[in-house]
């Protein structure tokens, strides 16, 4: 048993290294990849059920091996989102968000309720009883939701960059902005590699003043710091 506790413990400590790192980040998902992922854990389950089923595999080393992949998730989830709090103390306080009940509240609602049931999960709340798949479950659940708590749908323009997801965009980096439509907002900026690239986000009409102004403001106060940064592509080119 302390064998088992000690091998779970170390393999959330290294997924929450990992997930500190960010070494899976949501830019780095594609349909493609989401999709052969998904395949991937349902071979898995399906190789262990069949092994289940025919004897070759004992319903002990089937939940243990289950504990163990629950661990990985909760590690990862939690040391993405720690990783995600500190990131957000270092780019500053919000100068602005768009803030709706669906890019807002709604992501948090639902984030919160995968909490209080990872909660559940752990057997806390009721008082046992207490199992390994049922804690390990119960982390993994607490892990995605304290992630879902910090990650924001929409860009958030803070005192130092713009996050983008899980992607932090300093004011030195961005280049340019322009309308892309009517209430579409296109930013351009160099990623860490010094590539020209660009996103777009959906400004409501009420605040299209507001962030003008902001990218003007940012955009002055950075522009020696992008202008290094523009010369520097422009001689590895």
Known sequence: MYLIITFLGLSFLLSFWMGYRRMLRLQHLNQHRVVNGFLGIMIILTLLSAGQWMDIISQDIAAHFTMFLYSLVAGFFLGFAFKM??????VGEIEYVFRSFWT???PNIIAILIIVFGIYRTGILHLGPY???GITSGLSLLGFGFWGLTVKIVPEFRDDGIL??????YWKKVVAYRWKSEHVLLIEYYTQNDKLTDFTTYIPPEDELVIERLLAKKLKEYHQDRKETMTKSEDEL
Do not use: E, M, R, S
């Open 104 to 106: 807002d509240a709604a």
């Open 164 to 169: 983008i997801l899980d992607q932090c965009v």
């Open 85 to 90: 709090v500190f990131l957000k103390q270092k």
């Open 131 to 133: 199992t390994g798949i």
